[in-house]
């Protein structure tokens, strides 16, 4: 999996996937963004969130039939001092349908523990390549 991302001025960026497929990135004006994409913050939360939905959906397929509303409200709790990253994260899983609450714990339960790879990506190892005008430069 790979994606670009592309600066587009002043604090505004696109991410591209291997398929075309874009993500605007960018801060509020009052950040100094044009305030025209999401919050790298905020493109966490909803990360998240979709792999969540995407994985109770695979889980809950039994009931898919009965499913008529599956939505996510995600608030992420950030520190105050910089880096300002989550230091919790609130998601509250509306389901409407004719679908036993176990089940719906279920899938939420197995789908955060087990097969979410984005929250258990949160705390991954980063490492970095430099390329400066098109060479490799190593750490001083």
Request: proline letters at 5%.
């Amino acid at each position: 999996m790979k994606t670009r991302t592309t600066w587009e001025g002043n604090k505004t960026f696109i991410m591209t996937n291997d398929e075309g497929k874009e993500l605007r990135i960018d801060t509020p004006p009052a950040r100094g963004g044009d305030g025209t994409g999401v919050s790298p913050m905020e493109s966490v939360l909803g990360a998240l969130a979709g792999c969540m939905g995407i994985n109770i959906n695979v889980i809950l397929r039994p009931y898919l039939d009965k499913l008529e509303k599956l939505e996510f409200e995600t608030v992420g709790l950030r520190n105050e001092e910089p880096p300002k990253s989550f230091k919790g994260i609130e998601m509250t899983v509306h389901v409407d349908g004719d679908i036993p609450a176990s089940r719906i714990w279920r899938a939420v339960n197995l789908s955060e523990e087990k097969y979410c790879s984005v929250a258990h990506s949160l705390k991954a190892d980063i490492t970095f390549k430099i390329i400066l005008n098109g060479e490799e430069v190593e750490e001083q």
